[in-house]
């Protein structure tokens, strides 16, 4: 068997590994920075475990069931439907569960009606068109139409709707409204911390400190599981023109909850999120909360600080006289593209494949990571002859 190079040790790179040795290639893994985990790491501070911003695991999606078959522990738990919308300073009953939206006074009779229409429409293919396009077609009902947007801001991070399409955004919209998703107790650093247990005890080598900087004289083929810059500089004949998804984003620890009640809110009319995952999963010591605030990036210009502060006193009033620490990151790059058609390919050179959450055709997110790190692991077997 031949021996393959892998660079990076992110959800992406350390699939990628698992796949390639199960297949019975020696694997190196290779990771520039000091720790091993990417946009994944959690840091763990005085019992709290923050996350780089939100996440959630998607239930039954490709990275669920990646962990799955790789044996990875999978411990989370579900958060419960609920929460509000604000809009103009006023927060409504979110209209997102079956209840909320029979319940909620953002929407008239009549825009309940058309709105539970289109959810119920939700199981059927989404045609290649974008979200702005699609939101414009299916209904003529603005307030409907805010709605739409909100559920699409929501599970793709982007509020660029004129740069996400319906079809590759489908997926995660169907599971998102049946399947939910999951918390992970303990941050997401326990799946980075159970994917590279499974990769030692396949033989996966990975070595931290260790960026690369040349594609020369390699053992073999090589998994790029890095961002599309680094790949650039490694393969300046490669073009990449996309664009990636940002977020602004405040990290907070509590000591206390002041409003224990408000766990989850979106903006109607602006582009911002709240949500305590702790309320949900293992994030703080008892007494405590772990909060995210974020407000979701149009462009390169970030959110202010105290815009994301205000949505905290209005959310948990009080909570800068219990605030054990506060973390805020100016411009969080959520996927290195925006679901869209101009996506890049999984190979770049004969003997290189990429992959990571702007490759390949289909899923977003941390699951577009898992597909493409399974997808170019099978093409790099099935080029050296082996039946993944």
């Known amino acids: 068997m031949a021996h393959v190079t892998v660079a990076g040790s992110g959800i992406t790179g350390l699939i990628a590994s698992i796949a390639l040795a199960k297949d019975g290639h020696t694997v190196t893994v290779h990771e520039g920075s000091a720790h091993i985990g990417g946009r994944a790491r959690t840091e763990r501070r005085d019992g709290y475990h923050l996350n780089l911003g939100p996440h959630a695991l998607y239930n039954g999606g490709r990275l669920h069931r990646a962990l799955t078959e790789f044996g990875v522990e999978v411990s989370g738990k579900a958060p419960t439907a609920g929460g509000v919308a604000w809009s103009d300073g006023v927060a409504h009953r979110l209209p997102l569960s079956p209840t909320g939206l029979l319940t909620t006074d953002m929407l008239s009779v009549v825009d309940k009606l058309d709105a539970g229409r289109l959810m119920a429409s939700l199981p059927r293919p989404l045609p290649s068109e974008t979200a702005q396009a699609w939101c414009q077609r299916v209904t003529r009902r603005p307030q409907v139409r805010e709605l739409l947007g909100m559920l699409i801001r929501l599970v793709s991070y982007s509020c660029r709707l004129d740069q996400v399409s319906m079809n590759i955004l489908h997926p995660v919209l169907l599971a998102a409204t049946t399947r939910g998703v999951l918390y992970m107790n303990g941050g997401w650093q326990t799946l980075i911390d159970g994917l590279a247990h499974a990769a030692k005890s396949h033989g996966v080598t990975i070595q931290c400190g260790s960026r690369l ?3 020369d004289a390699l053992p073999g083929p090589a998994v790029l599981c890095i961002a599309p810059q680094a790949v650039q500089r490694l393969l300046p004949e490669w073009q990449w023109s996309g664009q990636a998804v940002k977020a602004s984003v405040l990290d907070v620890c509590l000591t206390s909850t002041p ?19 702790s309320a949900t999963a293992d994030l703080a010591p008892n007494s405590g909360s772990m909060l995210h605030v974020l407000g979701y990036m149009g462009g390169d210009e970030p959110i202010a600080r105290a815009d994301l502060e205000a949505l905290m006193d209005d959310r948990q009033p009080g909570w800068r006289d219990v605030v054990h620490h506060a973390r805020y990151l100016p411009a969080v790059t959520v996927s290195h593209a925006h679901p869209n058609a101009q996506r890049s390919a999984h190979q770049v050179r004969e003997d290189v494949w990429i992959a990571g959450d702007w490759v390949g055709p289909t899923a977003i997110l941390a699951d577009c990571a898992a597909e493409s790190a399974l997808h170019s692991a099978s093409a790099v077997s099935a080029s050296l002859g082996v039946c993944a």
């Open 213 to 215: 900087t040349s594609l």
């Open 259 to 277: 409003r224990p009640d408000h766990r989850f809110g979106l903006g109607w009319d602006d582009a911002r999120y709240f949500g305590m995952h």
